[in-house]
């Protein structure tokens, strides 16, 4: 997982976003990390098996 400033992720969003089509992108601010970037299809995947968690959740 690459990380960056919240300076560096500002100056460079186009390439943040090039970045998190293979990896997230940790982004930091006065040494803690407060963001992770991903991308739309690593998001919909957790938001499917987060889904199915609370549904499983539910059942018990």
Sequence with gaps: MK???SSE???NFSAVLS???GEPVTI???DKD???II???RYKELK???DIFYMARRRN
Aim: net charge positive; aromatic share 0%.
């Design 28 to 30: 930091s601010k006065q």
């Design 19 to 21: 970045t998190v089509s």
């Design 34 to 36: 407060v963001a992770v």
């Design 39 to 41: 991308s739309s299809a």
């Design 9 to 11: 992720a500002r100056q």
């Design 3 to 5: 990380t960056m400033t």
């Design 48 to 50: 499917k098996l987060e």
